[in-house]
């Protein structure tokens, strides 16, 4: 079983930028799909990015442009570069590892971490 630790969540102000980080352990998820997803305050989780392990990429449209997914397979570790955030960005973000992209597109990946608060104030 991977274990999924998410650091790098903050308060911001809105404009400004965030780096979210997720590392695994347990064992390499380097041949895994990676992803990440937020739920705001009332709201149901949703989708935000994906990255293969080949360095395939995905975005939600409200995130296009302004977040960028990447991953360091020799760390286990995936990022999300958050820029010009607003605050409809705010949110607890979660990490989450899965080998099918169905699977982790529609929420159902088998690892998830606990969860990093990001908060955008106006």
């Known amino acids: 079983q991977v274990q999924l630790v998410e650091a790098g969540g903050g308060l911001v102000q809105a404009g400004g930028s965030l780096r979210l980080s997720c590392v695994a352990t347990g064992r390499t998820v380097s041949n895994e799909l990676m992803g990440w997803f937020r739920q705001g305050p009332g709201l149901e989780r949703e989708f935000v990015a994906a990255?293969?392990?080949?360095?395939?990429?995905y975005y939600a449209n409200s995130v296009q442009g302004r977040f960028t997914i990447s991953r360091d397979n020799a760390k286990n570790t995936v990022y999300l570069q958050m820029n010009s955030l607003n605050p409809e960005d705010t949110a607890v973000y979660y990490c989450a590892a899965d080998q099918n992209y169905r699977r982790l597109r529609l929420g159902s990946a088998s690892s998830w971490g606990q969860g990093t608060q990001v908060t955008v104030s106006s």
């Open positions: 990255i293969y392990w080949s360095g395939g990429t």
